[in-house]
């Protein structure tokens, strides 16, 4: 037993040495915003870089502070995160449901694909005077709007997931004496997951954007009319601090995206770098 312990011991100090712990990759993580920000706040302390321009790290967290206190940040936040959602869930389900119906039937894609195709060539700018004019400026036109721009990363990587599935498996399926249905549910759909899952995250991605057009053009709430009016008072923190909240509350959304698509995936072995 001893023997044993000690050749362990000297496989782990021979061996290949152990990766990074954790709290090295987040530091190292951390290393150049933080690097950033000390530079950003020395120039802006010393007159370097323009105050109105470019506040100061501390400015913009005195106005973070202010906005919070007073409620006016969380509730217009709320307001964007369930639009964002909406349309998310919009796009992103119609874009699953085309996705697999053209994946999977040929004639569906020969009769739907054209036209998606061309749709999804009409920039989302392009049509918000249309969306404004038939839907007016309510929750409507953003929704809508949002959705249009998560519909077609779903819609794409879901057709070349189930296409992209290895016809070898379907002569496996045929010996095994698998039905039509079982193809789809068994093998098809697991094999789409991981194309499906980047598709999720670019369409999350694509949401937000979608959400800040929406706000900025016409709305009366949520963080991008918020940076809207803080520009027309020159306002220079309060913009920073909606672009702050939007990044951080899309990174937090891919990150949940990501956990989920690990759990899913799981089963497979993958370069971790």
């Known amino acids: 037993m001893a023997e044993r312990t000690v050749a362990v011991g000297n496989a782990g100090k021979t061996g290949q ?6 709290v090295v990759i987040a530091g190292l993580g951390l290393l150049l915003p933080v690097g950033v920000l000390i530079l950003w706040q020395i120039l802006g302390y010393y007159g370097v870089i323009s105050e109105m ?21 969380w509730s217009n936040l709320r307001i964007s995160v369930v639009r ?24 569906s894609e020969k009769l739907l694909d054209p036209s998606l195709q061309m749709i999804r060539m ?23 709007l949002i959705a249009k721009g998560a519909f077609f990363p779903v819609y794409i990587n879901t057709f070349i997931g189930i296409r992209g599935t290895d016809n070898k498996l379907f002569e496996v399926a045929r010996v095994l004496g698998f039905s039509r249905e079982k193809q789809i549910v068994r093998l098809v759909l697991p094999a789409a997951v991981p194309n ?6 670019l369409s999350l991605g694509l949401s937000w954007l979608g959400l800040v057009v929406a706000e900025l053009i016409a709305s009366t709430s949520g963080i991008g009319y918020m940076m809207s009016d803080a520009r027309q008072f020159a306002d220079t923190p309060v913009v920073f601090v909606g672009i702050i909240v939007f990044a951080a509350v899309g990174l937090l959304s891919d990150t949940i995206v990501r956990l989920i698509e690990q759990h899913l995936l799981r089963w497979r072995d993958s370069y971790q770098g």
């Not at 909406?86 to 119906?101: D, E, H, Q, V």
């Not at 009409?122 to 036109?141: D, M, N, Q, T, Y």
């Not at 499906?196 to 995250?201: C, T």
């Open 84 to 107: 964002a959602l909406s349309g998310f869930l919009l796009g992103g389900g119609l874009g699953l449901f085309f996705g697999i119906l053209v994946g999977l039937f040929r004639r």
């Open 196 to 201: 499906v899952m980047l598709g999720v995250r």
């Open 17 to 22: 040495p152990d990766g990074p712990g954790k």
């Open 53 to 73: 321009l470019f506040p100061t790290p501390y400015t913009i967290a005195q106005s973070f502070i202010a906005l919070a206190s007073t409620g006016d940040l």
């Open 122 to 144: 009409i920039p989302s700018l392009a049509v918000v005077p249309l969306f404004i004019l038939w839907f007016g400026i309510g929750e409507e036109s953003k929704v809508l």
